[in-house]
């Protein structure tokens, strides 16, 4: 098994600005990478199953200037004017295709279960692993919020999405987790046809209805 590596300058700057324990924030950290590294292990098809949904997206992708350069200044128009509407808009977003979008909302829903099950993870070990773990958690969650300009760049770069990912990928782990605990959460990891869609990521009822049927015919 390959040895776990992170960065370190990065991991020290986050600590600090966090003004957080060091240990503690450094242990959470390794829990959710762990955890990632486990995710990929223990479910021999999920990372062929990522690199098939990038490859469709890569295949199908203009790289035509004209029609980038164009899709770009529109891109950019519609982001600026969605700004004061609290519009989730990304220039991300509207440089795909219709059917790049597909494909792209089926990776964001994989990467949402990823880091939601990841952060739900880091957040289970509680106080008697991480004595400090509500705390760091607390600070973590207002640093991913972002404020003033960050908000504003984070938005035209699709970083938002990046954001939305941990905390509705928490909250369908949750939510599963409430209704038919751990093994039955684990279905996720059954095929690539268990795997939460998109909509099921945000409305988790709609997932367990369709992996746990056995619940409604009761």
Request: hydrophobic residues 45%; negative net charge; proline residues 5%.
């Amino acid at each position: 098994m390959a040895d776990l590596l992170l960065v370190a300058p990065n991991i020290v700057a986050i600590e600090r600005e966090l003004d957080v324990d060091p240990a503690d924030f450094r242990l959470w950290v390794c829990l959710h990478e762990e955890t990632h590294r486990v995710q990929f292990t223990a479910v021999p098809w999920l990372r062929s199953y990522l690199n098939d949904q990038i490859a469709q997206i890569v295949d199908s992708a203009e790289l035509d200037p004209t029609i980038v350069a164009q899709m770009l200044r529109e891109a950019i128009k519609r982001v600026i004017e969605g700004l004061g509407h609290n519009e989730e808009i990304s220039i991300i977003d509207l440089v795909q295709t219709p059917a790049q979008r597909e494909t792209v909302e089926r990776v964001t829903a994989v990467m949402s279960l990823l880091e939601g099950h990841a952060d739900v993870v880091m957040d289970s070990v509680g106080p008697e692993v991480i004595p400090t773990v509500e705390h760091i958690r607390a600070k973590f969650t207002v640093r991913r919020q972002g404020q003033g300009l960050d908000k504003i760049i984070r938005k035209l770069l699709g970083l938002d999405a990046k954001m939305r990912q941990y905390r509705d990928g928490a909250s369908f782990c949750r939510a599963v987790l409430a209704e038919v605990g751990m093994a039955g959460l684990n279905r996720v990891w059954t095929s690539p046809e268990t795997l939460p869609t998109a909509a099921e990521i945000v409305d988790p009822k709609l997932w367990l209805a369709r992996v746990h049927h056995e619940l409604t015919a009761s």
